[in-house]
């Protein structure tokens, strides 16, 4: 009974049960004018029968139009409250710009390492030298000149240069 839930279908059916109980009233008090007056002013009488309910009927309008707007405010916010959550959007964008700021930093690891890469290889030339026989070659790990593919000092292969290139 005293539950807040469908609080516009409450208001709707407050609007109706009084349109029907002033109804009855005004229609019942005609009826007692024409028989208390003996039909000598029963105009009176016959306009409030008529006329009463017509008043009452138009004045229920109000209170049904409020229980219909309140109606349609909680549908109203019943499906937009499934659309747009803050919270979820705000995670979202969160996310997004997580995920950039890591490709931004891995790009940015990518160039430092060929930087870095780059910068080693000039070391490493600059330490062989031109002047040494061509077929020079040096392990980028250790530093250290090799005559074959494989460095006897760190066992790493398949990464020696030529530094006369």
Same mark, same amino acid.
């Given at each position: 009974? =005293?539950?807040?839930d469908d609080v516009g279908? !409450?208001?709707?059916?407050? $609007?109706?049960?009084? &349109?029907?109980?002033?109804?009855?009233?005004?229609? @019942? $008090?005609? =009826?007692?004018?024409?028989?208390?007056?003996? =039909?000598?002013?029963?105009?009176?009488?016959?306009?409030?029968?008529?006329?009463?309910?017509?008043?009452?009927? @138009? $004045?229920?309008?109000?209170?049904?139009? =409020?229980?219909e707007i309140v109606d349609?405010?909680?549908?109203?916010?019943?499906?937009?409250?499934?659309?747009?959550?803050?919270?979820?959007?705000?995670?979202?964008?969160?996310?997004?710009?997580?995920?950039?700021?890591?490709?931004?930093?891995?790009?940015?690891?990518? @160039?430092?390492?060929?930087?870095?890469?780059?910068?080693?290889?000039?070391?490493?030339?600059?330490?062989?030298?031109?002047?040494? $026989?061509?077929?020079? !070659?040096?392990?980028?790990?250790?530093?250290?000149?090799?005559?074959?593919?494989?460095?006897?000092?760190?066992?790493?292969?398949? &990464?020696? &240069?030529?530094?006369?290139?």
């Amino acid at each position: 009974m =005293f539950d807040y839930d469908d609080v516009g279908g !409450k208001i709707k059916n407050l $609007a109706k049960s009084s &349109f029907w109980v002033e109804a009855i009233c005004t229609i @019942v $008090a005609g =009826f007692i004018i024409l028989a208390d007056n003996g =039909f000598k002013d029963g105009w009176w009488g016959i306009l409030i029968i008529i006329g009463g309910p017509l008043v009452a009927w @138009v $004045a229920s309008w109000i209170l049904y139009g =409020f229980g219909e707007i309140v109606d349609k405010l909680c549908t109203i916010e019943k499906n937009t409250s499934m659309i747009y959550k803050p919270t979820e959007l705000n995670d979202a964008r969160e996310k997004y710009e997580s995920k950039i700021r890591q490709k931004k930093e891995i790009e940015e690891k990518k @160039v430092d390492i060929q930087k870095r890469k780059e910068a080693e290889v000039k070391k490493l030339k600059s330490l062989v030298g031109t002047s040494n $026989a061509q077929s020079v !070659k040096m392990c980028p790990y250790c530093g250290e000149n090799v005559s074959s593919n494989k460095c006897e000092m760190c066992g790493k292969s398949n &990464f020696l &240069f030529d530094s006369n290139k």
